[in-house]
């Protein structure tokens, strides 16, 4: 399994940005996977931003809800983050995560995902 992201880069306060996670080896068309963006920012601990069950459930973060979008294209593996109305704050590097084996529901901790990226950095200045 390969998770790939793409669409980092660097933006002004307010302005937008759509990431993607292609993945190869790894099924969008079985139940019961789960696929999450995670962010890390210099110093800071690693936090889930949103995750998106196979079943199209979704689940954010508090301070990306309404300004983040979680989706999925079953048919090309690939995961997707649209930002907008990006802060200073959200700058980090933003990886994609999936589950392996059968599950009810997504993770709660960073730990029930088996599968990484490497990252992408996204960078917002003020």
């Known amino acids: 399994v390969k998770l790939q992201e793409s669409g980092g880069g660097s933006v002004q306060a307010g302005g937008s940005l759509r990431l993607s996670c292609a993945a190869s080896?790894?099924?969008?068309?079985?139940?019961?996977?789960?696929m999450a963006w995670f962010r890390q920012a210099p110093g800071k601990e690693r936090e889930e931003v949103a995750s998106?069950?196979?079943?199209?459930?979704?689940y954010y973060e508090d301070s990306v809800d309404g300004r983040f979008t979680i989706s999925k294209d079953d048919a090309a593996s690939t995961l997707y983050l649209e930002m907008n109305s990006l802060r200073p704050e959200d700058t980090a590097t933003y990886y994609c995560?999936?589950?392996?084996?059968?599950?009810?529901?997504?993770?709660?901790?960073?730990?029930?995902?088996?599968?990484w990226g490497q990252g992408t950095q996204v960078t917002v200045a003020s």
């Open positions: 080896e790894y099924s969008f068309v079985i139940s019961g996977y789960c």
């Open positions: 995560a999936g589950t392996s084996g059968v599950q009810w529901h997504c993770p709660n901790e960073s730990g029930g995902f088996r599968y």
């Open positions: 998106i069950f196979s079943d199209g459930r979704a």
